[in-house]
């Protein structure tokens, strides 16, 4: 009898399920350094190369009239003629040297000088002086009897165009119509004006009483080297510049401190280079902007309910004016609207929103010799009209007067 043997039992305990992997969505710095390594590298790049051309675009500008230019509104031409005759040129910074009577010394920003060297300008011995644009400080140290013209009550300022002498200046008469312009000035008792322009003279000529020649230009503008070869500018620059066998250039120091009691604005302290470093990043930001920006969906038209015609707000306005009869508010806003349409054609800037008034009246009296030195003045700047008829010829006035300056 064989009795079968009993099968082998394994204990095969269930395997417990593994437990869950743990994630971590907090980034981590190897994920931020991919994501953004790019971002950095190019702020890293656009940075270097704003400051190394901050560091090599360090090239040398001048002033205006600067005998060192070469730019347009340099005066390195002039000096180049006047050395090709013969005369010795020196540049310097020191407006009180070689007093001397065989030597013509130009202060091309003699409002930049100190009442000292001022005074010392006076007491030297200078064959010539030439001043450009001086202010009443310096006429009144140098030359006396010599104001600005809107002290008696003319235009403070003429454009610079062609003009003919209208003296007896041999420098003047030989060089003919040069352009001149700029600061207006009178002769005084003493001077000869010439180039006149309205009731001033932009280059008055004084001999003072220790047998120098002073001589006052409203404008360098003809000794530049855009303008030196044009008219008779280059003549007149030799005749005043080359009657002494040696001249000397004053180079103003524009970098010199403040005088006592001034403020420096925070910008005076930002080195010149930095300042287009700073235009450069202010691009590159405005173009990463561009860059990264997303458009938050189309664009919405709207209907406007109503179309109004423009004629039909200023028939409006007119008849509220009417109403109210306010014929100087009417006649204030018609002369504003003339002298803001006139004024660009004329070349007079704006100053605080409007022309100034006695700019803009001389440059319509240059434009328009024709017509009354006061009928520009009182048309743009009269009393208001006393009725409906008076405001109505005003308004045909102005029409005119726009006509005749922007077709002469």
Known sequence: MTSAAPAPTTDRAAAPPPAPTATSTAPTGRGLWRRTRWYLLTAALLLLAAVLLAAVN???????????????????????????????????????????????????????????QLAAVAAAKHGRVVLVAPGPAALSALVPGVRTSDENGGAPYAGVRTTDPGCSLPEAVRAGSAHLGGLLYTAGSRGEGCYPRGHGYPLVTVTTGRNTDVVVLGSGEFLTNELLRKDGNAALGLGLLGSRPHLTWHLPDYTAPVAEGGRKSFQDYIPEGWTWAGYQLGIAVLLA???????????VSEQLPVVVRASETTEGRARLYRRAKARGRAADALRRATALRIAPALGVPPVAGAPDPTALCAAVADRLPERPAGDAAALLYGPPPTDDAALLRLADDLDTLERQVRKP
């Open 58 to 116: 360090q090239e040398r500008r001048y002033p205006p009239l600067d005998p060192r230019s070469y730019e347009p509104a340099g005066g390195h031409a002039v000096i180049a003629l006047l050395e090709r005759e013969g005369l010795q040129v020196d540049l310097t910074a020191d407006p009180a040297v070689r007093p001397t009577g065989a030597d013509t010394l130009v202060l091309p920003e003699p409002d930049l000088l100190t009442p000292e």
């Open 289 to 299: 902007a561009l860059w990264r920006a997303r458009r938050l969906g189309p664009v």
